[in-house]
Nanobody, 112 residues
Framework: QVRLVESGGGLVQPGGSLRLSCTNSRTLFSVYTMGWYRQVPGKERELVAVITSSGSTTYADAVKGRFTISRDNAKKTVYLQMNSLKPEDTAVYYC??????WGQGTQVTVSS
């Protein structure tokens, strides 16, 4: 069973930055596509960013130019660097791994 552990969420003012981390310590991390998703109450979970095993990335239009997904295969960790945060980025952020595995989620709140 894949286990994903997320960290890095919190409260930040508009325009601020946060970096989320997701560590997967139980599988061959480097061969898998990893992703970040987010969800707000009453809405479906949506894609934020994805990174393939070769490092190719895809972003939701809403975060292009502000968020960056990256991975460190030696640390079995995927990151989401979030800059220029907006109130509408407020959500629970989830890491997605192989075999449709999910982390527990980390809350990101953007508010003044």
């Amino acid at each position: 069973q894949v286990r994903l552990v997320e960290s890095g969420g919190g409260l930040v003012q508009p325009g601020g930055s946060l970096r989320l981390s997701c560590t997967n310590s139980r599988t061959l991390f480097s061969v898998y596509t990893m992703g970040w998703y987010r969800q707000v109450p009453g809405k479906e979970r949506e894609l934020v960013a994805v990174i393939t095993s070769s490092g190719s990335t895809t972003y939701a239009d809403a975060v292009k130019g502000r968020f960056t997904i990256s991975r460190d295969n030696a640390k079995k960790t995927v990151y989401l660097q979030m800059n220029s945060l907006k109130p509408e980025d407020t959500a629970v952020y989830y890491c997605k791994g192989p075999n449709d595995s999910w982390g527990q989620g980390t809350q990101v709140t953007v508010s003044s």
